[in-house]
T-cell receptor
Framework: DAKTTQPPSMDCAEGRAANLPCNHS???????VYWYRQIHSQGPQYIIH???NNETNEMASLIITEDRKSSTLILPHATLRDTAVYYC???????????????FGSGTQLTVLP | IAGITQAPTSQILAAGRRMTLRCTQD?????MYWYRQDLGLGLRLIHY???????GKGEVPDGYSVSRANTDDFPLTLASAVPSQTSVYFC????????????FGQGTRLTVV
């Protein structure tokens, strides 16, 4: 799985958009970009994933650059409850019969300020 | 509510004792995983299972064993606990045929003294 690079920490004002960057310059063609977050003392929570097209769900939007070497997770209206560590993970889909575990890096600590 | 359940929530254990952390999921996911998380470090994979009856070693398997007798349960056993196994343990499951998200339990905080 490709390595990812994220800033260690970011702040965002409540109600504003939070834009979390991730570099994955060694990503290969069959690897997806996944985002998870971990609120203090809780288990990681899936947010969104994508291959090359931008994706949006009820939680966030994922913007992947055309060359797929970087991506940005956007929380459109951050709330205090979005304060968490955000992990960007790159991996291929499961090969038949083979579980592909998630490799977590250090992530970005997002602090939403009142 | 469907999901993944871990037990116990927390435990203080004397060194040398045997301990089994329980994990149960009701989503009929084929794949299950055990991670540990230590302060200042990310989650590290201990063991995983592709399907009932099969298991595999992750990044940090030493001192731990797992079994997968059925789809729903994936217990993690520390045969003889040591202080370095003090950590927060997370169980997860996923449907590997769909390549979709993994669901995590709420964790077990284990302290070995």
């Amino acid at each position: 799985d490709a390595k990812t690079t994220q800033p260690p920490s970011m702040d965002c004002a409540e109600g504003r958009a939070a834009n979390l960057p991730c570099n994955h310059s060694t990503i290969s063609g069959n690897e997806y970009v996944y985002w998870y977050r971990q609120i203090h003392s809780q288990g990681p929570q899936y947010i969104i994933h994508g291959l090359k097209n931008n994706e949006t769900n009820e939680m966030a939007s994922l913007i992947i650059t055309e060359d797929r070497k970087s991506s940005t997770l956007i929380l459109p209206h951050a709330t205090l409850r979005d304060t968490a560590v955000y992990y960007c993970i790159v991996r291929s889909l499961m090969v038949s019969g083979s579980a592909r575990q998630l490799t977590f890096g250090s992530g970005t600590q997002l602090t939403v300020l009142p | 509510i469907a999901g993944i359940t871990q037990a116990p929530t927390s435990q203080i254990l004397a060194a040398g004792r045997r301990m089994t952390l329980r994990c149960t999921q009701d989503m009929r996911h084929n794949a299950m995983y055990w991670y540990r998380q230590d302060l200042g470090l990310g989650l590290r994979l201990i063991h995983y299972s592709n399907t009932a009856g099969t298991t595999g070693k992750g990044e940090v398997p030493d001192g731990y064993s797992v079994s997968r007798a059925n789809t729903d349960d994936f217990p993690l056993t520390l045969a003889s606990a040591v202080p370095s196994q003090t950590s927060v343990y997370f169980c997860a499951s996923s449907d590997s045929s769909k390549g979709t998200e993994a669901f995590f339990g709420q964790g077990t905080r284990l302290t070995v003294v």
